[in-house]
């Protein structure tokens, strides 16, 4: 399993870009600062150690409780409604951002799958 994380970490290494700010998320792209629009797929917003995200997410009772905490519990924790995922706030240490990081991909690559085999029927 470490050797799968390296690997990961790696590869998600060679692909990061620094892009502009963000000024809104629509269901399938991200409208920045500068004018420009891209499409994603997912979306992972690395937060840190503690919870922030009922300061600057909107809407996020439908994954969130008041102190910036899954919702679900574990271990449904990692998975909120509107695709938002929440990793490493399980309270379970590094094994535990590591669980939920692999759990979250493979439930995206699933859902990626999908829609993928969807185009060809």
Known sequence: MLRHIILTCNLLLSLTQVVPGIVRINEDSVEFMDGTERK????????GYKSSANDWLKDYKYALNEE??????FPAHFKGEKGLYCAGL????LFGVARDAETIADDINKILSARNWKLYL
Request: proline share 11%; net charge positive; glycine share 12%.
């Open 40 to 47: 994603f797929a997912a979306i992972v917003f690395a937060t």
């Open 68 to 73: 910036g905490m899954p919702k679900n519990p």
């Open 90 to 93: 399980s309270k379970r240490g």
